[in-house]
């Protein structure tokens, strides 16, 4: 072959990795403009009684803001009201999705299984919106009245998929070896699945509840029809409740409260980021 | 020689994967207590299938079937209960497989556990010590019994491996080809311990290695496309190999 073909295969590579570079770049640029944009507009908001204190009323916001004040209170009611549906979503999704999981892993050659596996991905496409408004049939009219449990159930459905998911897939690539081993002992599945595959498959099963919350942290159709909102600290399961995410669209639509937004705003990035980096941190240790 | 008892038999045993193709072919063989007894073949003979078939671990996959008997001291292996067969059949794997997320102590002990057979302090502590005293790691880990399994090296890992199947105190101990992913030092060690555990317990090992077969076993089997082709003391089958399949394989004609 010629210097100049060498030559110019050679260009041609390093043509292919500036566009590479660039495309990535391009993608990461919103990313990284969102991040931005959020942490200057909400950087000044943030201070302990944000957290500690709830919504103001609109009057006494407009009474601050005509003052020229900063306007008082914070989300201390929607951070109570995401942690109370969160937790009672985590409780009831992460032992049906371990075990949901655990089930397509063993029996993926079943009938039973493939369905239930296509389900699955059909609940992980399903959006939203229509999550909230079944559970609102389901759960919010039997009730007769809105609620944190309600919330909590619509969250637990959107976070099932995810926990199915990583499950089936962590405990798919754990050795055969080991599964083999533990019955090749004498222990019967049920143990082996629980004393050896399921602790080995702890760490990329933990990360997909990170990021199950993660992906459900910022939801706020299915809490439009569940949990409505609240605008004092409650700690009650069934009566309507406050979440972040609802908090910003109430900012969003009250002129007085807008500059909330993006303290509120910041707030939910910034766990989601630690999620993601503790679920990535875990990642990273688990496959050494 | 001295008297033979019979602990495993094999009568016309078959394995099959698909309707069509046997793996294993009507085995038929006898293995005596307290030996070593190699199984040698080419890649895809079915000694591995065959071995597997003793402690049940085709039950596992449905479109596996296994025919004929075995008889495991007179008794149908492949009518009994499968966790009781593997309770009196221990098994080591190619690739050494401790229980990642368990220590060195809970390895040791991971029979009883995934039994659900509870042990005092005490039991606990002297089946330790006998385990990894008899597969000579006890000098080397004792002090670090707390520390995961999957720190040790290699062969480390798989003497622990032995010493897990040793403390059910299995009638027989089944290896597919254990010192294969094992560097020579180490292997030496396993041979080794092997000679030395026959004592205890019938050992049945899949091997890879001629050699090998030649220095622990003292029956041999050599086996091709599926059928066991001859079995007999190890110093026959290689000073005096009867079929020309097992001269050919002796000789590295063939496999």
């Known amino acids: 072959m010629s210097t100049l073909k060498i030559k110019n295969r050679l260009y041609r590579d390093k043509l292919m990795l500036w566009i590479v570079c660039i495309l990535a770049a391009l993608s990461v640029g919103p990313l990284l403009a969102i991040l931005g944009e959020v942490l200057l507009r909400g950087y000044d908001q943030l201070s302990w009684s944000f957290f500690t204190e709830p919504t103001p009323t609109a009057y006494k916001a ?104 990583s499950t089936e897939e962590t405990l798919k690539i754990i050795p055969a070896s080991l599964k083999e081993a533990g019955l090749a002992l004498g222990g019967n599945k049920a143990r082996v699945m629980l004393k050896v595959q399921l602790p080995a498959a702890f760490g990329g099963i933990f990360t997909g509840i990170l990021l199950a919350i993660s992906r459900v942290i910022g939801e706020t159709a299915p809490l439009m029809f569940t949990a409505l909102g609240c605008s004092h600290i409650r700690f009650s399961v069934d009566k309507p409740i406050s979440a972040v995410p609802l908090l910003i669209w109430e900012f969003f639509n009250d002129p007085n409260l807008q500059e909330l937004i993006w303290g509120a705003s910041l707030f939910l990035l910034l766990f989601v980021l630690t999620l993601n980096l503790i679920a990535k941190y875990l990642a990273k240790k688990w496959n050494q | ?173 089944l290896m597919d080809e254990p010192t294969s992913a094992l560097d020579p030092i180490a292997t030496k060690h396993i041979e080794e311990l092997l000679l030395e555990l026959q004592k205890e317990v019938t050992i049945l090992i899949v091997t890879h290695n001629m050699g090998q077969a030649k220095r622990i076993s003292s029956k041999s089997m050599f086996m091709y496309l599926g059928e066991l082709v001859e079995y007999s003391d190890t110093e026959t089958l290689f000073s005096n190999p009867v079929d020309e399949r097992t001269k050919a394989y002796l000789t590295g004609k063939m496999g």
């Not at chain 2, 390895?107 to 057979?117: D, E, M």
């Open chain 1, 62 to 165: 407009m009474k601050a803001i005509e003052a020229g004040e900063r306007i008082p209170g914070g989300i201390a009611n929607g951070i109570v009201g995401t942690m109370i549906m969160l937790g009672m979503a985590i409780v009831i999704a992460v032992p049906a999705g371990i075990l949901c999981g655990t089930f397509l892993a063993e029996h993926s050659n079943s009938r039973f299984a493939q369905i239930v596996s296509y389900l699955t991905d059909l609940l992980q496409g399903t959006p939203s919106v229509i999550i909230g408004i079944i559970t609102y049939i389901w759960v919010v009219v039997p009730m007769k009245g809105y609620s944190a449990f309600a919330g909590s159930v619509a969250l637990c459905i959107m976070m099932l998929p995810l926990i199915i998911r």
């Open chain 2, 1 to 173: 020689m001295e008297s033979v008892t019979p602990i495993l038999e094999f009568k016309k045993t078959c394995v099959s994967y698909t309707k069509q193709t046997m793996a294993v072919k009507y085995v038929s063989a006898t293995i005596e207590k307290n030996t070593i007894t190699a199984i040698m073949g080419p890649s895809g003979c079915g000694k591995s299938t065959l071995l597997r078939a003793v402690n049940l671990m085709h039950n596992l996959y449905p479109n596996i079937r296994v025919d004929g008997e075995i008889l495991l001291n007179g008794e149908n292996i492949l009518t009994m209960q499968a966790i009781d067969v593997r309770r009196r059949v221990g098994m080591v794997f190619q690739r050494p497989a401790p229980f990642p997320t368990m220590s060195i102590y809970d390895n040791v002990l991971s029979g009883f556990t995934l039994n659900g057979i509870k042990l005092s302090k005490a039991e606990k502590d002297a089946t330790i010590e006998h385990c990894l005293k008899s597969v000579a790691l006890w000098d080397e880990v004792k002090d670090v019994l707390n520390k995961k399994g999957t720190f040790l090296s290699g062969g480390q890992q798989q003497r622990l491996c032995i010493a897990r199947a040793l403390a059910m105190k299995p009638d027989v101990l």
